[in-house]
């Protein structure tokens, strides 16, 4: 398991990459479904 | 499909939705897959080692970033053409999500290039023209922010978005235009991919988890700028 996350030496670019790109996904989704709620009709 | 009916902000408001959950159900549902495939099925890279994982979200994201942005040309061109309300809302929905996989084509290209270039950011041909289109976005969106009448801004934005799609080709053909340090395509239309099969299976299914992504969270946000824009009237169509 720690053999898979050590990415063959390459841990830091490999979930630094993944890392970044499903959090601003994740917060893409929540700040426009804020929006979404909070815009008035 | 009554093209016309749907032009109509009004109608389209609950259509969106629509496309939104099922667009945004069907990409958790690729990106698991897409994620099991690229960690689980697909082998080491016999040069690159554990780093070339990276390209399973850079390459799709990169696409995205470009595809996004002649899409949102499209329907700026249009709104231009027809005048047709709904045409600029699409645009302007459109633009931050272009905006984010740009970045984040960028971002995982420079983790990338670090372990296998030797350095994070090169100014080469495609790393510079992709880093413009970053900017064609921001751009796009702060030029239409500045413009109070929303139909104006439409129209200013779409002058800027049919100009900045030049750089859409200088992005795609760079590597080829130019002796650049980023690689050429191993993927495209017209000639066989240069990868293993598993490793490009893990890449187009991770290509269409974010394509409908991108389907699921423009639909969310024109919803809302449908509900911004036309907040005057007390529409029962859009309180759902």
Not at chain 2, 192 to 220: D, E, H, K, R
Request: glycine letters at 8%; one cysteine or more; charged letters at 10%.
């Amino acid at each position: 398991m720690s053999e898979f996350f050590a990415m063959g030496g390459y841990g830091w670019y490999v979930w630094g990459s993944y890392g970044v790109t499903f959090a601003l996904l994740a917060l893409e989704i929540l700040l426009v479904r804020r929006r979404a709620r909070e815009a008035k009709a | 499909m009554r093209w016309f009916w749907y032009a109509s902000p009004q109608t389209f408001f609950p259509l969106a939705g629509t496309i939104a959950r099922w667009c945004g159900l069907a990409a958790a549902v690729l990106a698991a897959a897409g994620l099991y495939v690229g960690f689980l099925v697909a082998p080491t890279d016999a040069q690159q080692g554990e780093a070339y994982r990276i390209i399973f979200i850079h390459v799709p994201a990169a696409w995205m970033s470009m595809f996004l942005y002649v899409v949102m040309a499209f329907w700026a061109a249009l709104g231009l053409a027809l005048n047709t309300r709904l045409s600029g809302m699409m645009a302007s929905a459109i633009a931050p999500t272009g905006a984010l996989f740009t970045f984040i084509a960028l971002w995982t290209g420079s983790l990338w290039g670090k372990p296998t270039w030797g350095t994070y950011w090169v100014w080469d041909a495609r790393l510079t023209s992709e880093l413009i289109l970053l900017f064609l976005y921001f751009g796009f969106m702060a030029l239409k922010a500045a413009i109070d009448d929303p139909r104006r801004a439409d129209r200013a934005g779409a002058v800027l978005a049919i100009v900045g799609v030049v750089n859409v080709p200088i992005i795609y053909y760079s590597v080829q235009w130019w002796n650049t340090l980023h690689q050429g395509a191993s993927v495209s239309l017209t000639k066989a991919p240069s990868m293993a099969a598993t490793m490009l299976a893990g890449m187009l299914v991770m290509a269409l988890a974010f394509w409908l992504y991108s389907i699921a969270v423009s639909m969310v946000r024109v919803r809302a700028i449908i509900k911004e824009r036309e907040s005057s009237g007390s529409d029962p169509e859009l309180a759902r």
